[in-house]
Structures are given as structure tokens and as C-alpha cells.
């Protein structure tokens, strides 16, 4: 029986149509993938159904009834819960706390009688947890848990989640599949917004691909592959396997021995940790996201200050590509254009600058070759970077920090939200530079990118490196318990 039916959905902003006469049903007790490159209008899709937008044109049905969903709280009462990407906790508080509040308002909360009914929901759906824990205390992946509670505690029977799986580990994830497929044969309706086609592929019982803004595909996922499904999200074929020659290491560009770095409130979070990088080498660093790869990553790039030990380069140190965490907060000004970003680190020097004036017509021919070479896809090169896509400003970050033929790439999350056609646009360039000689270090919470792309494999867990691997030989449940602290 069908849950929930979209008809006709269609959403714009100015001039820009975001969902464009969108239709698709979803059976009760499914779970329906929703998949799309960067900008294809999932995030907007999910936002009509959890009540943040309207539509302009068309309708939704829920259990065989029309609703008109205005707000949020509309939504909720009207059964749907949305798990978010970013968790939407309040970490000071317990569990319990975090589950009830602005449901239960009364003045007199009876906190044990509600320990005890979230005890009963988790032990029910599998989800072991304590209510009496703070959150501030709670791994990751048990958070996750909290905000599945959260919906369930409200009695939502169509659960949304956004990208859920991109700051979990194997194990976790594994948990997630079981617990979602638990929830879908006790009768919730699911829908699974992902990049990830293998989770899809193994989870979903539908799919949906949009592509700038329309539905080109709603698919049985016995009826499809991985292959096809990325080809109709990017309109074209996509190669979802690395073509990684073996090319020889060349001699050592980057010593790190014994290191140690705070964060930015003084906490050490890098311990100890020493390696070594040559030229033609990528080390991949696995682990989850919060055991000190950022500080690393930031403290290589010369960011920040050493706590103690030494970094030492064998080659010029100002000649490092670096590809931030957070490509809006640290990898682009947004309210510059697209010309303007990829000058960022050269914009004194020729041939931009000529006694302090810079070149307008030199930094327009650069932006448009750059924007031809990487398909940075924009209207011109004047346009604002915070216009673009995810998966374009990341684009504008790679040509800027790949121009120059950097010595050393440092490559934090670089594919982190990105669709497979940017994913493999991101990789492709990374090992071409490989090829050239570049040594790179490629951080990432995603461990089967680390796996494929890595020469060397380090497994960070609470500021230490507690395995380096055999790129070639590791094993997903090798490098998944390491990942775990085992």
C-alpha cells in the first residue's frame, strides 16, 4: 500500500527551478533512496516534506489522504521525523532530555517514567543506549541513535535521513542497516537521502534519481546496478573503480616525528605521532571524524602551532596544495567570484599583479581555463562562489591548490558530500598529480575511498596512529576495528 505519494512538485527560487513537476510513490513500510549529484534538488525535495518549504505547484498525499504540510511542527504532528546530516542535540543535556524537549511541556516531568519508556523504544528496535547519559559523552554513532529515538518517541511513522551514514564507522553503519531494516518491517516508511551506491544498493527497496531539479529514474533496485544508477545521476558514464597504477615511491618530502598539537581551546588532540611521505606516494588517513585529523592536517599545512616535535620538509614548505575540511568556512570567500577565489594564494605575484595592480584580463583567461580543465560549471567566471554547487566550489578549491605543482597535497575530506561525478573528478586529479611526483596525504571518514586511493594506510584514533598498513593488502575489517579503538 502506498505511504506517500508526491504529485507535481515543483519548487523555484527567483528564477531558479529547484524541483521541477517532481512525482514518485513509496510504499508503506519501504525504504526509498533519493539520489542526485550536488544540486539536483534532494535537500530542497526533503525540506517540502519535513514542512521547512512549500511547494509552488503540487500535492502531497500521505497515508491516502492530501496534507498540506506548513511548518515544521505540522510535519511532526502529521508523523514525519527528519534525522539530519548534522545532529540537531543539545550536548549538555542526557538523553532523555534531548528526546522530550519541546514535546512533553508540562510543569511536573516525571524524568524516571520517561527513562524508562525511551529504555523500552531502544531495547525494542535494538538500539542500545542508556537515557541517563550525556550526550556530550556518546560516540558518534550512538548520537545518531538519540535522534532516531527522538522521532520514534514522537511516533513518526515516515522517517527521513539525510546522508546518514557520512561520520560512521563500518561497524556502525553495519548497526545503522540492521536497525533501519528493523524499523521498516515494523511497518515506518523510510526515505534515504545518499551519495554512498553500495549502501543504497544494499538497503534500499527503491530508488529515485533526480537530475537538475527532475526525476529521470525511479527504479526497483533488483531492476538496476550502481553503474546504471551513477550514470543517471551524472548524465553520463562514471567510473566507479580507481584506475591506481603502482608507481615507485621517490624520496622522502615530509618527516614528522614525534608531534603534538592542541586544538583551539588548548586540548591536546595529536599525540605523539611520527611518519615519514615520499614523492608518488598518497598516505591515507583513516579514522573517524574528531580523533585529531583536522589539527593534523592544519598542523602539516603550517595553520598551527606544534605542541611539540618537528615537522621538516626536504623541498620549499610554501610549495603544499591544501584542500580544507569545510571548502565554505576555510576553502573560499563566498561572496568573491569564481576568478577571484583562484588567485587567493598568488594574487601579489605575476602575472595577476603588476606593481600592485592587478590583471584583470590575465585573471579572467586563468578562471575560464580553470573552470574548462576541472568543469567547474557556472554561468561565467564573475559569479559568486556562493551560488555554486558543493561539488563546483570544491572544484574552484582543487584548481587553486593544484596550480603551481604543489610538492606536498594535504587533502582533508576532500570528496566529503560530493556526488560520483565530483567524487571521481576529485580523485582523478589527485592521482594525476601522484603521477607527477606530488606526495599527498589523504584524509577521509570514508574508508573504502582511503582504501582505493591509498599507497599507505594510517588508522588515527584519539590523536595517535594506531596501524599503518599495506594499502594493498589492508582489509575493511582490518582497518573498520582499528577505526573502533580495537
Same mark, same amino acid.
Given at each position: 500500500m502506498t505511504y506517500l505519494r508526491l504529485e507535481g512538485i515543483t519548487k523555484s527560487f527567483n528564477f531558479f527551478v529547484a524541483n521541477d513537476?517532481?512525482?514518485f510513490d513509496i510504499a508503506s513500510g519501504k525504504i526509498h533512496a533519493i539520489l542526485g549529484e550536488n544540486g539536483a534538488g534532494k535537500t530542497t525535495l526533503m525540506n517540502i516534506i519535513s514542512g521547512l518549504y512549500q511547494p509552488d505547484i503540487g500535492k502531497i498525499h500521505l497515508d491516502n489522504k492530501t496534507v498540506n504540510i506548513t511548518s515544521a511542527n505540522a510535519a511532526i504532528k502529521l508523523g514525519i521525523g527528519t534525522i539530519y546530516q548534522h545532529f540537531m542535540l543539545v550536548p549538555q543535556l542526557s538523553v532523555t532530555e534531548n528526546i522530550i524537549l519541546g514535546i512533553d511541556r508540562n510543569w511536573r516531568l516525571n524524568i524516571k517514567q520517561k527513562q524508562q519508556k525511551i529504555a523500552a523504544l531502544s531495547e525494542f528496535y535494538g538500539l542500545e543506549i542508556n537515557p541517563k547519559t550525556k550526550v556530550a559523552d556518546l560516540p558518534v554513532g550512538t548520537q545518531q541513535r538519540v535522534e532516531i529515538l527522538k522521532v520514534l518517541y514522537r511516533q513518526s511513522k515516515l522517517l527521513i535521513l539525510d546522508e546518514p551514514t557520512a561520520v560512521l564507522t563500518p561497524l556502525e553503519i553495519k548497526s545503522l542497516i540492521k536497525i533501519l531494516r528493523k524499523?521498516?518491517?515494523?511497518?515506518?516508511? !523510510?526515505?534515504?537521502?545518499?551519495?554512498?551506491? %553500495?549502501? #543504497?544498493?544494499? /538497503?534500499?527497496?527503491? #530508488? =529515485?534519481? /533526480?537530475?537538475?531539479?527532475?526525476?529521470?529514474?525511479?527504479?526497483? +533496485? *533488483?531492476? *538496476? *546496478?550502481?553503474?546504471?544508477?551513477?550514470?543517471l545521476m551524472v548524465g553520463r @558514464? #562514471?567510473?566507479?573503480?580507481?584506475?591506481?597504477?603502482?608507481?615507485q615511491p621517490g624520496k $622522502?618530502? /615530509?618527516? $614528522?616525528?614525534?608531534?603534538?598539537?592542541?586544538?583551539d581551546r588548548g586540548v591536546t588532540t595529536v599525540r605523539n605521532i611520527s611518519f615519514e611521505l615520499r614523492s608518488r606516494e598518497i598516505l591515507g588517513i583513516a579514522g573517524v571524524d574528531g580523533n585529531g585529523q583536522r589539527e593534523l592536517a592544519d598542523a602539516v599545512a603550517g595553520l598551527r602551532k606544534l605542541k611539540k616535535g618537528k615537522i621538516k620538509f626536504t623541498q620549499n614548505s610554501s610549495n603544499t596544495g591544501y584542500i580544507p575540511e569545510d571548502r565554505q568556512k576555510m576553502g573560499l570567500?563566498?561572496?568573491?567570484?569564481?576568478?577571484?577565489?583562484?588567485?587567493?594564494k598568488a594574487f601579489k605575484k605575476l602575472p595577476y599583479a603588476h606593481h600592485f595592480? /592587478?590583471?584583470?584580463?590575465?585573471?579572467?583567461?586563468?578562471?575560464?581555463?580553470?573552470?574548462? @580543465?576541472f568543469d567547474i560549471r557556472a554561468t561565467g567566471f564573475d559569479v559568486k562562489v556562493s551560488q555554486l554547487s558543493g561539488g563546483n566550489q570544491q572544484k574552484v578549491v582543487l584548481a587553486r591548490e593544484l596550480a603551481g605543482q604543489p610538492i606536498l597535497i594535504v587533502a582533508m575530506q576532500p570528496t566529503?558530500?560530493?556526488?560520483?561525478?565530483? *567524487?571521481?573528478?576529485?580523485?582523478?586529479?589527485?592521482? %594525476? %598529480?601522484?603521477?607527477?611526483?606530488?606526495?599527498? !596525504?589523504? +584524509?577521509? =571518514?570514508?574508508?573504502?575511498?582511503?582504501?582505493?586511493?591509498?599507497?599507505?594506510?594510517?588508522?588515527m584514533y584519539r590523536g595517535e596512529f594506531v596501524g599503518l598498513l599495506d594499502g594493498n593488502t589492508a582489509t575493511v575489517e582490518e582497518v573498520g576495528l582499528l577505526m573502533g579503538g580495537g
Open positions: 513537476n517532481i512525482s524499523l521498516a518491517a515494523d511497518g515506518k516508511t !523510510i526515505i534515504f537521502i545518499s551519495h554512498k551506491l %553500495e549502501e #543504497v544498493m544494499n /538497503l534500499c527497496d527503491t #530508488v =529515485t534519481v /533526480l537530475r537538475q531539479g527532475k526525476v529521470v529514474a525511479n527504479r526497483n +533496485i *533488483t531492476e *538496476t *546496478t550502481s553503474d546504471e544508477l551513477a550514470a @558514464e #562514471v567510473s566507479l573503480q580507481l584506475n591506481k597504477s603502482p608507481i $622522502v618530502i /615530509l618527516s $614528522v616525528q614525534n608531534l603534538q598539537v592542541a586544538d570567500i563566498l561572496q568573491y567570484s569564481i576568478a577571484q577565489n583562484l588567485i587567493l595592480l /592587478l590583471q584583470s584580463q590575465v585573471i579572467n583567461n586563468h578562471a575560464m581555463s580553470a573552470m574548462e @580543465e566529503r558530500g560530493l556526488d560520483v561525478g565530483a *567524487t571521481e573528478t576529485v580523485q582523478r586529479r589527485l592521482l %594525476e %598529480e601522484r603521477q607527477r611526483g606530488a606526495a599527498i !596525504i589523504y +584524509i577521509s =571518514t570514508e574508508l573504502q575511498e582511503v582504501m582505493a586511493i591509498s599507497d599507505r594506510i594510517a588508522v
